[in-house]
């Protein structure tokens, strides 16, 4: 997907005079938020599995290479050919090579972030194959040329008359206006694709180390169909997902359903391993599996590393204050809220978007809501630390905390500025005690006044207290 | 290929260690953790008193109809009762174990075959169920193809109560126990198929089946 | 007992009221209270922004003010919070004073806290006749689970607390993110305002004196003068 984190800021202030997306985010907020506080208070012991499942993402990432190794030796065993893609260039070359040494027109993919982050479509359709998206979101997406805004609900900014006019367009049948009856048209459309695919392109939600084993779960079936019903099935997967043992994946998928929408658990577990036995009735004769760094081990051993626990529930930016004013398209890139606050640099550079780890307050909702325990505020502070010392933030806001820290270690230096400060800001206030514009603050004085300081400091006047008394 | 070394190498490399694949020795390390299979915190709903009862429960939950019978011969009347109340015909395609039961008798015109587009509804049988999500597992092998349970609109499902366990985890146990590894799919079934994606509304019936109806045999 | 208040340099620059409505609330409990003439700034700000050294720096410095304190007080979630976790969690990890600001962490407070489970007070010198509602700033909340505390202390005092929706949710201020990323920190302090105002309550009160003039600015901004903002210390200290 095409980088626009560079332009944060002016996208946030168009999205927050956007009346149809701010009333879709409330709406999404409810159920997400709600959803997931009633699933985790019925749940019990969900802080000692948090516990637990950071505990084995994180040996999955400490024994990284082992694990992968494994996988391979087992996926293998199991009849799939594993590939390893350096960079998203080499994904998509690889995928477009098995799409044309066999003879594929047509692919049907499920939803898969990571190959949004290679532009896998585009390349695709480049080389001459059509692509359906068949999840409903990313094929809604699809037809309106827009990339995703959330990382499970993708749709989440649309409104049911934008997406009857893109079906009305894409269809050529008459405008719909209730929304099961659009899903049945969405269902029947993208039926035939499914039985007419010759390849079937899923991500992974996990796969497992000790089976071999690539697995998607979806509430659609929609993987199900695309993995079973095409000639050739290929797993696009971040290498980052790898996980230990099938007890593994159960511990994680109590949290992933729960934290990304209040659900139990999804309706479709597709745990596929390896391709179709000779005397099977369905399945794909050949299967590849596509692992994908684009940026990954340059975490690995960082002090980023926490965030490669991530298991994409969406958790985050659901409950993110920031995120549910802005929205995901905003963030300008994949993954949206404060993942995306991370993951952004940290796969596009940190200098292409500056503003993303400086768009939170660090009130730490997200680190409450994540399901394996990443640090986020801390990973997003860390990442504000690199722009200081690499001087990538405007020298304005560096030059602020020099000076304050200068004053700030000088006590009578301090004391005297501080007087002055008080005395005429407090003036500045008049009767009222506001002050409507200080220019230099005007990121606060646009939208609220400042109360005026009283006017004379505290220490001047407990100074002043200790002397009567004395 | 140099991709993959290349890749090997830099994990390695980031976290202290030489070369670009990883030694006997480790491997030998990481086999032995994860033959522990090490199972995490359970919540307490997973192994209630009744598993019956959750599994019910849970099937109401996510929208999965059920009803119980006394053995496989009933299942047919169970059928055929379904159908008609639901207003479908009396019709199916069906999991071959199943073809040996009286479906004249009952009415219902039963094809052992994999289903196909077109099919409104098909009958499948379960490997085992897990109580505590109401979830059905679906093993792939040429008797028992994975499409009767995902392209028609209505799902059938028998479920022998003997075969329903508490979680996740006693179902993979079982898995390796009877199989031994996981067939090419394992197919997890948790209710009929939705979407929510345009506005948030909930819509039943997405890809996969609108309705799941489980009929459960309770000697 | 003696105890350092450390005023914050909100407080110092903007409200001294709140600093000595501290001051007495400790002094009438029986504290000995000490006031390091030199303390300017825990070093959030800097912290926040990616400034390490300086916050380091400032951090050293309020170590050696308070030294020969038995406790530390501060009217604000957010210093404490600076002072207890972000120290010994990140700052000074693998440091040799990492112990000194282990022990410093140990024995400071955030005052509610420190007046209902250190000092167990039973009464508190104001009485406020009226219904407020409160605001739970999110370091006082989430990084030291202040939130029972200051509803004790203005039940104690006799207030009737209307609990907004959302109190929990961020009020917008963020310390600079509040300038540099303006108008979202507006349209989050709106949020804020429009659960403030559902509540029916005449006043908002919190812990915290950067969400305070946060908040307070938009009230004003939006034509509302009537409502009063107010730190729990003055409304517990009879200055509310």
Known sequence: ?470 | MGARENILRRIRAAQGRTGSEPTEAEMALVRETLARREIGPQPAFAHAPDRLAQFRKECDRLGTTHATVRSEAEVPGEVARYLSETGLELRLAGWREYAGLDWPGAGVAFEGRPARDGDATGLTGCFCAIAETGTTLLLSAPETPKVTALLPETHLCVVHAARVLDTMEDAFALLRQEVGEPPRSAFFVSGPSRTADIEQTIVIGAHGPYRVHAILIEP | MKVGLFVTCLVDLSRPGIGFAALKLLESAGCEVVVPESQTCCGQPGYNSGGREIAKSLARKVLAEFRGCDYVVAPSGSCSGQMKVATVHDLFKGEPDLPEFETLAAKWFELSDFLVNVLKVHKVPGTYDGTVTYHDSCSGLRELGVKMQPRYLLQMAGAQIAEMEGSERCCGFGGTFSIKLGEISTRMCEGKCESIRASGARAIVGGDLGCLLNIEGRLRRTGDTTTKVLHFAQVIAGEG
């Not at chain 1, 044309?100 to 695709?124: D, H, I, T, W, Y």
């Not at chain 1, 995703?148 to 894409?170: M, N």
């Not at chain 1, 577990?269 to 179709?276: A, D, E, N, P, S």
């Open chain 1, 1 to 470: 997907m095409l980088v626009q984190s560079m332009h944060f800021k002016q996208r946030a202030s168009e999205k927050l005079g956007d009346a149809l997306l701010q009333g879709n985010m409330r709406k999404a907020k409810g159920k997400f938020v709600d959803g997931r506080a009633k699933a985790v208070a019925e749940f019990g012991v969900w802080e000692e599995l948090r516990t637990h499942a950071a505990k084995i993402r994180d040996r999955a990432i400490a024994n990284l290479d082992a694990y992968l190794v494994e996988f391979e030796r087992n996926a293998t065993r199991r009849g799939a050919v594993v590939h390893w893609a350096e960079s998203a260039e080499d994904a998509c070359r690889i995928i477009v090579e098995i799409a044309l040494q066999n003879g594929v027109k047509k692919v049907a993919k499920s939803k898969s972030m990571v190959s949004e982050e290679v532009n896998l479509n585009e390349r695709m359709e480049a080389a001459g194959l059509q692509v359906i998206e068949t999840d409903l979101g990313e094929y809604i997406l699809q037809l309106a040329h827009e990339p995703p805004s959330h990382i499970v609900a993708p749709a989440v900014h649309k409104s049911k008359e934008q997406v009857a006019d893109l079906f009305v367009a894409a269809h050529g049948k008459p405008r719909l206006t209730e929304i099961p009856a659009m899903t049945r048209e969405a269902r029947e459309a993208l039926r035939g694709h499914f039985l007419t695919a010759d390849m079937g392109i899923s991500g992974s939600n996990f796969i497992i180390a000790e089976t071999g084993t690539t697995l998607t779960v979806t509430n659609e079936g929609n993987a199900d169909m695309v993995t079973t019903l095409p000639r050739i099935h290929c797993v696009i997967t971040g290498i980052e997902k790898v996980i230990g043992t099938m007890e593994d994946f159960a511990a994680l998928i109590r949290l992933l359903p729960r934290s990304a929408i209040g659900q139990t658990i999804t309706n479709y577990l597709t745990v596929t391993t390896g391709i179709k036995m000779p005397d099977e009735a369905d399945g794909p004769e050949q299967m590849h599996i596509v692992l994908v760094d684009a940026g990954r081990t340059r975490l690995v051993g960082s002090d980023m590393q926490e965030m490669l626990r991530c298991i994409r529930c969406g958790a985050c930016m659901n409950h993110c204050p920031v995120y549910q004013n802005v929205g995901g398209h905003a963030y300008g890139w994949v993954y949206p809220g404060p993942m995306g606050s991370i993951l952004t640099p940290a796969y596009v550079g940190l200098e292409n978007a500056g503003d993303l780890p400086n768009a939170a307050t660090f009130c730490g909702e997200c680190a409450v809501a994540c399901p394996v325990k990443i640090p986020l505020p801390d990973l997003m502070r860390k990442l504000r630390e690199q722009q200081f010392d690499r001087k990538l933030r405007p020298w304005t806001e560096r030059a602020a905390i020099a000076a304050w820290g200068f004053v700030a270690t000088r006590p009578g230096l301090y004391a005297l500025m501080s007087k002055l400060g008080a005395r005429v800001a407090s003036w500045m206030g008049g009767r009222e005690g506001l002050i409507h514009s200080l220019p230099g603050i005007d990121g606060w004085t646009k939208g609220r006044d400042m109360p005026a300081p009283a006017g004379r400091t505290f220490r001047e006047l407990y100074k002043r207290r200790a002397s009567h008394r004395a």
